[in-house]
């Protein structure tokens, strides 16, 4: 299984971006799609999750302005990042629980980052 994360740039203060991650290989369910983020020197933090039942749960610091939303025909979820804010820039990463066959054990997967600059 792979994780593509799309959507990524240069926004200025207030702006907005939408996040993209799409899931391709072999998918028998995925049980929830989180949006995480990472600045140089920091450890990797949890913006957004978005369970297979709809549930959503957001870093105290994005909400209000960020929204989750997944797709589970497409395999995919969205970031949709409103009134962005300088210390909103970082990587962010997509990550799916995944379980690849009914047999399979549930697991993380990863995408590769996508980088969000916000500019003053």
């Known amino acids: 299984v792979q994780l593509q994360a799309s959507g990524g740039g240069l926004v200025q203060v207030g702006g907005s971006l939408r996040l993209s991650c799409a899931a391709s290989?072999?998918?028998?369910?995925?049980?929830?799609m989180s949006w995480y983020r990472q600045t140089p020197g920091k450890q990797r933090e949890l913006v957004a999750t978005?369970?297979?039942?709809?549930?959503?749960n957001y870093a105290d610091s994005v909400k209000g302005r960020f929204t989750i939303s997944g797709d589970v025909a497409k395999n995919t979820v969205y970031l949709q990042m409103n009134s962005l804010q300088p210390e909103d820039t970082a990587v962010y990463y997509c990550t799916f629980n995944i379980k690849a066959t009914s047999w399979a054990p549930l697991r993380a997967v990863w995408g590769q980052g996508t980088q969000v600059t916000v500019s003053s």
């Open positions: 290989g072999s998918i028998f369910d995925i049980t929830s």
């Open positions: 978005v369970t297979s039942a709809g549930s959503t």
